[in-house]
């Protein structure tokens, strides 16, 4: 019929998994003004982190509840809400059931490395999280929406920095004289990272089994904050993580230099990485959604747009920062993690391009209005929670507290 020729209508229905999160909340309402259906499940234990660590975003965030009403009335458009854990299957079994997803974009896991490295329980609590939850995904999947598109927040990280060109998701290898187009191998260095690897296979074996149809999104390290529809109202900001465990390298060097505090390079600061804008995530998701994998099919994209060492993002906050009038110093803190500090690193990503992504790349422009966005906040900075205080080496099966 009409509509199955309309591969745009099969995908109208969204499921956003950790939509009240970074990446999820742009998302969610990127897509909800697009004209999507779009429905948030989260549990909230994002917001849970934030106090047992005693840590607060940069901007002040609504609560779930007050977002998504706000929303509606600036819009006129819902977003339906499912709050709980999707570790428990029963919950998410009738989240299911109640919005029959067309789609599901799942972002909701524990993401930070630092976290997953500050002891045993944690290490445990990432990979459970993170394993079970997705399995779960898969399985609900299987039994409720058999049709449904599965877009999946991976991470570059899976990859780690190995000494040859880094392809999208597969390596064609000759060895012995066969040829095999192979996974490409995963060396990721923290218990984090290597919860997204264990994803990986389970979501690759599931489509081959049980023919899922999924992407991989392997994204890089995310910076920026506003995106067109979190501008549209202070109860619709998103959050803003600087603190030495959940921000990520970018945005923290951002506000330190906001607020006076020197730039915290670890190591040589030779570390490279895919960086991207988060309106460009936003972007990424979509352009996945409505170009859906077909079924069976294991598909993966590297999401990223520009590499840089951390070396590199310290010199250039150094110089638009000095351009605002800003005194920017650069410290060199011994690394807190173990990983390469100068590397090869040149990691394709052209899928996405190929779907129609246009790049918001790092200007001087955007830095000087995220760094202006640091500075309006600055007041709500707690400058002991700057410096790192999890070291990969120490992890042991002490419960620690963390504290600056
Ligand atoms: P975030 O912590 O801000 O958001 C994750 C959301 O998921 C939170 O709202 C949390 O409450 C929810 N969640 C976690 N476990 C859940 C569970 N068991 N049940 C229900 N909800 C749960 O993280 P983010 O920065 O928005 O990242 C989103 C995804 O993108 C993650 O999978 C992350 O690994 C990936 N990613 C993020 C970045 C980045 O730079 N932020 C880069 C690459 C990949
Ligand atoms: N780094 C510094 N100084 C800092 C913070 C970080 O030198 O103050 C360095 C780190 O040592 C690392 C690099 O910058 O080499 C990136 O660290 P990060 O904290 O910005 O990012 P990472 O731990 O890799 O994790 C983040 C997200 C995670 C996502 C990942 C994408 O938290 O969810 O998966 O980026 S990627 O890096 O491509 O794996």
Redesign the pocket.
């Known amino acids: 019929g009409s509509l199955q020729s309309d591969p745009f209508s099969k995908s109208k229905k969204v499921m956003i998994i950790g939509g009240d999160g970074y990446c999820g909340w742009a998302t969610a309402l990127h897509l909800s003004n697009k004209g999507y259906e779009v429905a948030i499940v989260d549990n909230l234990v994002r917001r849970l982190f934030d106090h047992q660590l005693g840590i607060d975003s940069l901007t002040p965030i609504s609560s779930i509840q007050n977002r998504i009403q706000r929303w509606k009335s600036i819009t006129g458009k819902n977003i339906q809400l499912y709050i709980g854990d999707i570790c428990e299957f029963e919950f998410l079994a009738e989240a299911f059931k109640a919005f029959e997803p067309e789609s599901v974009v799942h972002f909701g896991e524990q993401?930070?490395?630092?976290y997953s490295m500050i002891d045993r329980s944690r290490a445990v609590y990432t990979q459970h999280n993170n394993v079970i939850g997705t399995l779960n995904v898969l399985f609900a999947i299987k039994e409720f929406s058999p049709e449904c598109h599965l877009v999946k927040l991976?991470?570059?990280?899976?990859y780690g920095t190995p000494n040859i060109d880094i392809e999208e998701g597969f390596i064609t290898i000759t060895h012995n004289g066969r040829t095999d187009t192979l996974p490409y191998p995963k060396q990721a260095s923290?218990f984090?990272?290597l919860s997204?690897v264990h994803d990986s296979h389970n979501i690759a074996f599931t489509c081959k089994a049980w023919g899922i149809q999924a992407t991989d999104l392997?994204?890089?390290?995310?910076y920026g904050v506003r995106t067109d529809e979190t501008e549209m109202h202070e109860e619709l900001y998103n959050r803003f993580d600087y603190d030495?465990v959940?921000?990520?390298?970018?945005n923290?060097?951002c506000v330190?230099a906001a607020v006076g505090h020197p730039?915290?390079?670890?190591?040589k600061?030779g570390?490279t990485?895919?960086y991207l804008d988060i309106r460009d995530t936003v972007q990424c998701v979509e352009l996945a959604i409505a170009n859906p994998a077909k079924q069976g099919e294991f598909r993966v994209f590297n999401q990223?747009t520009e590499q840089f060492s951390?070396n590199d993002l310290a010199k250039l906050v150094t110089t638009v920062g000095k351009e605002l009038g800003l005194d920017v110093q650069t410290m060199n803190?011994p690394?807190?993690?173990v990983?390469a500090e100068e590397h090869y690193y040149n990691a394709k990503h052209t899928k996405l391009i190929e779907l129609g992504l246009q790049p918001h790349l790092l200007s001087d422009s955007l830095l000087d209005s995220l760094l202006n966005f640091a500075i309006k906040y600055k007041d709500r900075v707690d400058t002991t929670q700057i410096m790192?205080t999890v070291s990969w080496k120490k992890i042991g099966v002490k419960p620690q507290s963390v504290t600056s």
């Open positions: 993401r930070s490395a630092p991976g991470t570059m990280g899976e923290s984090y990272h997204k392997n994204q890089g390290v995310v030495g959940f921000g990520t390298a970018l923290r060097f330190q730039l915290t390079v670890y190591g600061g570390q990485r895919g990223f951390v803190v690394n807190p993690r990983e790192p």
